[in-house]
């Protein structure tokens, strides 16, 4: 580990003062366990942060309160759609925005630059931080549908699996979102405009088959404005690998602004966006 340290202060030390890129490709095998660290210590700093504590405490009242509903409405909530999946993904991309921005906002962006580990392992780290967050919320939704059936509520409709799965998914493209955001437009009103033209696309795509391209999806059919327990027509699973997808574009699309050698990466992009294509084309009724 010493080893990984002196050579990365090294190369941080020779390298010009105003570059901001990793002469690496990708972080290396031996940089992973300080990934990890600094991934842990991220994760920690965006759990504590009040915007994602409101969140979960939020959704954790939403889910619970509505666990006795019956019909679609409380698989709806446990599914990604609802309240929380209006609420938590856009609480956590902006706070997660607000984590990777910190050092810019707090003056000791170019500090960081000397410091023994590479900018792109910092990086990796703050798109790790969302696997915890994410994990916190898989938690959420997997406790209100045990409590469910512990107790006996009406579930004319089960989720499945993949279903429960995606308002995590949801959550950790919501952090890598922030964090590619955050490399490459650094300034404190770009995420309130990113979100906006999210916002913007989510309507356009709102209707029918087409919101299933859209990360936030009601899973099942609306009549006489009420949400019915029948299932909208579609694959959850395939729409999981897609929230994957999206999310994985993210981290990479974050990690090109942070490296100087960056063909290798291109190309796992390029593979990345075509599998998450075919994930969405797959999730397509």
Not at 174 to 196: C, D, E, H, Q
Not at 272 to 282: D, E, H, P, Y
Request: proline share 6%; hydrophobic share 50%.
């Amino acid at each position: 580990m010493r080893d990984v340290l002196v050579a990365r202060s090294t190369s941080a030390a020779t390298a010009s003062p105003g570059s901001r890129r990793s002469s690496t490709v990708v972080p290396g095998r031996s940089s992973w366990p300080v990934i990890v660290r600094l991934a842990w210590a991220e994760a920690r700093w965006l759990l504590r942060h009040p915007l994602t504590l409101a969140g979960l405490c939020f959704v954790g009242f939403a889910l619970f309160v509505n666990s006795n509903a019956s019909g679609g409405s409380a698989f709806t909530d446990l599914t990604g759609g609802g309240a929380p999946g209006l609420w938590l993904p856009p609480v956590v991309f902006f706070a997660a925005n607000l984590g990777a921005t910190r050092s810019r906002r707090d003056g000791v962006d170019e500090l960081h630059g000397a410091a023994p580990v590479a900018r792109a392992a910092r990086t990796a780290a703050l798109c790790g931080a969302g696997l915890p967050l994410a994990t916190a919320a898989l938690g959420l939704v997997v406790a209100v549908s045990t409590y469910r059936g512990l107790v006996g509520q009406p579930r004319s409709i089960v989720p499945t699996p993949a279903e429960l799965l995606l308002l995590p998914l949801s959550v950790l493209g919501a952090v890598t979102l922030g964090v590619m955001v955050a490399r490459w437009l650094p300034w404190r009103a770009a995420p309130v405009g990113v979100f906006i033209a999210l916002v913007a696309v989510s309507i356009a795509l709102s209707d029918g088959a087409s919101s299933w391209w859209g990360s936030y999806v009601e899973l099942v059919e609306w009549k006489d404005h009420e949400l019915t327990d029948i299932r909208m027509a579609g694959s959850a699973a395939w729409h999981a690998a897609y929230l994957l997808g999206l999310s994985t574009m993210a981290v990479i699309g974050a990690l090109l602004r942070d490296l100087s050698h960056r063909r290798s990466l291109w190309c796992l992009g390029a593979v990345v966006t075509l599998l998450t294509a075919g994930a969405g084309w797959a999730q397509l009724p």
